[in-house]
């Protein structure tokens, strides 16, 4: 039974379903019954819904390549079609059609990859070409995967395992396996990268341990302990952009901000404390208990805190630097962005300093009764915004695929644009920052 806290709390936003940050932070891209959304998150105290797209109804995965242009959406209607979307020029770019339904999608400067529950696509980004297929791949029902958003290596990591916490690593663009990582005894729940690609977190199904590698080498490098009363869904990691902190979102009601450090011998020699001599005592103490105890003993707590209004509901959060300051956000089901200052010096519970709308005041929220299946709601008509009037007419996307390119693993290429730069040569997206790289030539 419900507690009286969730039931008064926040609810289910009638037109959401998923949400995702870019690859630095700088814009979130939002899924929703009538479309997409992109917003730029680079100041506090406003939101801008950069475009507003309207191609295809009900989008469950939306994904945008850095600043760009280039935008990948998935459709309830089509699951096991992707769309690749030049959104400025209001045009679609290619799509491609899969043997069995998208669970996720990532994408850097050199790689998009596709995950399906039993299979891994991984094309070129700068034409779409499918370079490898890795079939027959542990069942990974949630689509678990990370990219690397460093394209210098563009390492993937994905589940070794449907049974333990194995971790796959894999090489991108060398297009080979570099190592497994035994992390935790439970599933996986979450992955992620740090920005340079020298670092991977993961989480379990438990949701109480998170643990931090080295990459290409797989060695453990920190341990933090989320909580140990309960057992809880890590529902998003991510590293603060140099990698010094990472943050991790459930279904309960706190975000956690861990710090990653060590402490020197000589820091610990010059100021000894009474807390630094009872923690050599236990460390000294570990080494005779069973491995279990001896591994809690050497976990880290949380650096800082957040406690959300809102419990049970599905989020994801970044760290980001916002106006030459530290803000960790947060991206709610409930149709909200929420943003927070972060103390990277003394940490403890972190300030709201503003909470955006993602959707008008007049799209209503869904009743409580609907919070369970948000996607068993019947689509609403939304109320022309600012951004879908302003927003460049959009080419349709194909109604059927055609069948002239397929790749081993059943990976069928549909029509491209013909006036698009991919008929021709690699992809140039007209930005003020042109991702992915092209050729040097002048604008």
């Known amino acids: 039974m419900e507690s009286q806290d969730a039931l008064d709390g926040p609810r289910v936003h009638r037109g959401f379903i998923c949400a995702s940050f870019n690859q630095d932070t700088t814009s979130l891209s939002v899924g929703t019954k009538t479309g997409y959304r992109l917003f730029s998150v680079t100041a506090v105290d406003k939101l801008d819904c950069i475009h507003e797209g309207v191609e295809c109804p009900d989008v469950y995965i939306v994904e945008r390549l850095f600043s760009s242009s280039l935008v990948v959406v998935v459709s309830l209607s089509m699951p096991r079609r992707m769309n690749v979307y030049h959104f400025k020029k209001g045009t679609e770019i290619c799509n491609y059609s899969y043997s069995n339904n998208i669970l996720s999608v990532r994408l850097n400067r050199q790689r998009l990859v596709v995950c399906l529950e039993e299979s891994i696509y991984i094309h070129n980004i700068k034409d779409m070409k499918l370079l490898k297929t890795l079939l027959n791949t542990p069942s990974n029902p949630s689509g678990l995967c990370a990219l690397s958003v460093n394209h210098s290596n563009s390492y993937l990591a994905y589940p070794g395992s449907s049974t333990i916490g194995e971790i796959t690593v894999y090489d991108a663009n060398n297009l080979s396996t570099v190592t497994l990582i035994q992390a935790h005894d439970s599933p996986l729940a979450a992955l992620t990268f740090s920005a340079s690609g020298n670092k991977l977190a993961s ?77 050599k005592m236990f460390t000294a103490a570990s080494t005779y208990l069973p491995a279990q105890v001896s591994d809690m003993m050497h976990q880290d707590r949380a650096f800082a805190t957040v406690r959300l209004n809102m419990f049970g509901l599905k989020n994801i959060c970044a760290l980001a630097t916002i106006q030459k300051l530290p803000r960790l956000l947060v991206a709610s089901s409930d149709g909200f962005l929420y943003i927070y200052n972060v103390d990277p010096q003394d940490g403890g519970e972190c300030v709201l300093v503003q909470k955006h709308r993602l959707f008008d005041s007049s799209e209503d929220p869904v009743e409580q009764k609907d919070k369970e299946n948000p996607q068993d709601v019947a689509p609403q008509p939304a109320s022309q915004s600012y951004a879908a009037t302003v927003a460049l007419p959009s080419t349709p996307p194909s109604s059927t695929t055609l069948m002239g390119y397929s790749e081993d693993g059943g990976a069928q290429k549909g029509e491209v644009i013909p006036e698009h730069e991919f008929a021709e040569g690699p992809v140039c997206l007209d930005d003020e920052n042109e991702f992915p790289p092209v050729s040097n030539q002048s604008n």
Request: charged content about 20%; some cysteine; proline content about 4%.
């Open 203 to 279: 989480a379990s199904e438990k949701g109480t341990v998170i643990r931090v590698f080295s990459i290409p080498e797989g060695q453990r490098l920190f341990e933090f302990r989320r909580g140990m009363k309960r057992y809880v869904s890590i529902s998003s990691l991510s590293f603060s952009a140099d990698a010094q902190f990472l943050c991790a979102s459930s279904n309960t009601e706190t975000v956690h901000i861990f710090k990653m450090e060590q402490n020197s011998p000589s820091q610990e020699e010059s100021s000894p404390t009474w807390s630094q001599y009872v923690g």
